[in-house]
């Protein structure tokens, strides 16, 4: 992002930091799977942050917040167009580590945290939206996406990450779903764990 602020780029640091450490293994939370971050990387925050910048005014839908490093690529580009992102997470400890994150970067006023379960949570949304980021437990990918399906603007982008190889089934099971859906054009990019890009092509 060109005109990172200074508040921004220390929270960044140090969520960056602390993916390296878990990475190389050490500290306790490089073996705990409730404490670490799985965060994207700065790679993918990068492109997760040109692809919101492409859309003017975006409404992004981020599911999966966990600790919140990736929220704060997508709020950075929804400030930048003025647009704004809702973020779903399972665990209310990650929502509010995020949260209090958000904060510290002065992106508070661009990024609404909730907690909840996110197949239950998104038929209950309000509007649409014009990009989606989907990273959570791989096994709710595809429920997901039947989800939030009916909630995406006309050329919407969606993006999902994990979809490298040694994704699981889960991941294999969306990228099944998605590429063989006639409203999406997909492509998958090796960018930190594989991301695959999707739009919201037409409707039937």
């Known amino acids: 992002m060109p005109d990172t602020d200074e508040r921004l780029r220390t929270v960044l640091d140090r969520y960056e ?4 450490q878990e990475r190389s293994g050490r500290g306790r939370e490089s073996t705990e799977t409730s404490t670490r971050m799985f965060a994207i990387g700065p790679e993918a925050g990068t492109l997760l942050n ?18 919140g ?10 400030r930048a167009r003025g647009g704004h992102v809702l973020s779903l997470e399972c665990d209310a400890h990650k ?4 949260r209090g994150e958000a904060h510290a970067a002065g992106l508070a006023e661009w990024i609404e945290h909730r907690t909840g ?25 595809v429920p997901c996406f039947d989800a939030f399906v009916p909630k995406l603007a006309p050329g919407a982008l969606v ?9 699981g089934a889960g991941t294999r099971a969306y990228a099944e779903r998605i590429r063989c ?10 960018v930190g764990t594989g991301m695959e890009i999707s739009r919201f092509a037409r409707t039937l």
């Open 95 to 98: 929502s509010d580590h995020a």
């Open 117 to 141: 379960d996110a197949v239950t949570l998104i038929p209950t949304l309000e509007g649409k939206f014009d990009m989606v980021f989907l990273d959570l437990w791989k096994d709710l990918y």
């Open 50 to 67: 040109v692809l919101a910048r492409s859309i003017k005014s975006p409404r992004i839908l981020e599911i999966g917040t966990s600790y």
């Open 181 to 190: 859906e006639p409203r999406f054009e997909s492509v998958m990019v090796p």
């Open 159 to 167: 993006v999902a990450d994990n979809m490298g190889r040694g994704g």
């Open 17 to 20: 930091r602390r993916r390296t």
């Open 69 to 78: 490093y990736s929220g704060l690529w997508l709020a950075e580009a929804a």
